[in-house]
């Protein structure tokens, strides 16, 4: 039977534990995240080390975990050489708390939309532009390029073609990076 870890690409020891310099391995093989099957969600971690020479760190890895939080990491490894890297890393980012935040955001520009199209009734597009900018202000959000944002006023005027052609050719674009990310691995 297989390592799955190895069959995805998980760095299965550290540079350090690899080398047999077990006293200078920070425990922390690196940082990542991605879509988790299993639960239908985006997940972040720390990917740690799986060397014997963790077993005695509260956060070691443990059955088929192979990942633990950044703050977890930087709160409970013991590692002797965790505590160096913990003085020189800086702050971990927080990718729920990014996560959440752009969700924020999604659903304050939607109810900026929401609350301008019910006050759009019988305006012009100027009234209407006026409208929704000061709507997504009232929230906090920036507002669009100068394209995005008629495109968004014309929607709220009744007609979606223009917000559809800028969904349209941002998905094509989205297909061309992917494309060219792929191209490495075909």
């Known amino acids: 039977m297989s390592d799955r870890g190895a069959e995805f690409g998980q760095v299965v020891r550290s540079r350090a534990c690899t080398a047999g310099a077990h006293d200078d391995c920070i425990h922390l093989v690196g940082l990542g995240g991605g879509f988790n099957p299993r639960r239908l969600r985006l997940e972040f971690g720390a990917a740690l080390c799986p060397c014997d020479c963790h077993s005695s ?3 070691a890895t443990r059955g088929k975990r192979l990942t633990a939080s950044p703050e977890d990491w930087r709160e409970s490894c013991t590692c002797p050489g965790a505590v160096q890297a913990r003085q020189a890393s800086g702050e971990f980012p927080d990718f729920g708390k990014k996560m959440q935040d752009a969700r924020r955001r999604t659903r304050a520009r939607k109810d900026a ?7 759009a009734a019988g305006q ?4 209407i532009r006026e409208i929704y900018v000061a709507e997504l202000q009232a929230r906090g959000l920036a507002t669009p390029e100068e394209d995005v944002l008629d495109a968004i006023v014309s929607h709220i005027a009744g007609n979606p073609l223009p917000a559809v052609r800028i969904a349209a050719d941002s998905l094509v674009q989205l297909g061309k990076v992917l494309r060219d990310l792929s191209r490495p691995f075909l």
């Open 57 to 59: 760190c509260p956060v």
């Open 113 to 119: 939309f929401e609350s301008a199209r019910a006050r």
């Open 124 to 127: 012009g597009r100027d009234e």
